[in-house]
């Protein structure tokens, strides 16, 4: 798991008995990394808390590199904070997940840590006005303090944009686990023989 979230691509591809390839802009690199971080999540179950020989967990790490809200540093807090990932573990440098996203000022992930919430994965109850989404996943974003509300994805289908406002009252915590992912179970094909780019499927999971 720390071979991903450490950034050591070759290890995972070493594991997969896959060829590395280093093509392909930033966003297509960052995707790739994501991709390979949701296979181990999905397939081995790892430890999501668990800490390496300097101290520090995933998650940590992840924080610690998180320098703007575009990078794998970034994309890989959130991915973790789906999969249930504890946000106050204290063991590097004396510094926990928020101490990181304070010292870099990344006031984005910042808000997703202060706030129980943030970037959980969480069923929907008890709305009164949107009862049709009761019952719903939903992922947690930003909290806004001036209305008492957490901003929400609605659902968990790729490209999915509804968004909707909602209270702590009406959350419940639902972290992803390799028995209930909330997506399809995804597949690495290898490397495209034309572009380089890794290549991925995705597979409906079976009910």
Partial sequence: M?????????????????????????????????????????KFNPNVDSIDDIGGTPLLHACKGANNNYDQHYSD?????????????????????????RRLNNKKLLN???NPFGGRRCELFGLQSRSDLNGRMCFVGKYLNSIGRYIVRIGE????????????????????????????????????????????KFHPREE
């Avoid at 289908?157 to 179970?185: F, I, Q």
């Fill in 2 to 42: 720390f071979a991903v979230f450490n950034g050591e691509v070759e290890v995972v591809l070493n594991w997969l008995r896959a060829p590395s390839c280093d093509d392909g802009d930033d966003d297509q690199k960052i995707e790739g990394h994501k991709y390979f971080a949701l296979l181990l999540l999905q």
């Fill in 157 to 200: 289908e790729r490209g999915n944009n509804e968004y909707s406002k909602v209270k702590s009252s009406n959350l419940k915590r639902c972290d992803r686990t390799t028995d209930n992912p909330g997506d399809d179970d995804i597949e690495f094909l290898g490397p495209d023989p034309v572009t380089n780019n890794y290549n991925w």
């Fill in 112 to 114: 997703m840590l202060e």
């Fill in 77 to 101: 807090a959130v991915l973790l904070l789906e999969w249930g990932a504890n946000k106050n573990t204290r063991v590097v440098e004396g510094n926990d997940a928020i101490g990181y996203a």
